[in-house]
């Protein structure tokens, strides 16, 4: 869940207060509506797509345990 904190509050970061708490609900009702069907934010979970823990400034296709597909290997 720290991905989803920090991507929203990057997101909304020139907002006022009451604005800001309005759009990260939002932002955690479709990220919980639409990403968390492939994707988990805990550590080692896999689904369908890799676990975003600590997904900010990682490398692409690193997840252990995590089949990558040739494209996402080769764009190191």
């Known amino acids: 869940m720290r991905f989803v904190s920090a991507l929203l509050t990057l997101a909304v970061v020139s907002l006022p207060l009451a604005a800001r708490?309005?759009?990260?609900?939002?932002?955690?009702?479709?990220?919980?509506?639409?990403?968390?069907?492939?994707?988990?934010?805990?550590?080692?979970?896999?689904?369908i797509g890799p676990s975003l823990y600590h997904v900010v400034g990682r490398p692409s296709a690193v997840v252990q345990d995590y089949n990558y597909s040739e494209a996402m290997k080769n764009l190191h």
């Open 21 to 47: 708490a309005a759009d990260v609900e939002a932002g955690k009702a479709i990220f919980n509506r639409t990403c968390t069907n492939c994707h988990s934010t805990d550590i080692g979970v896999n689904k």
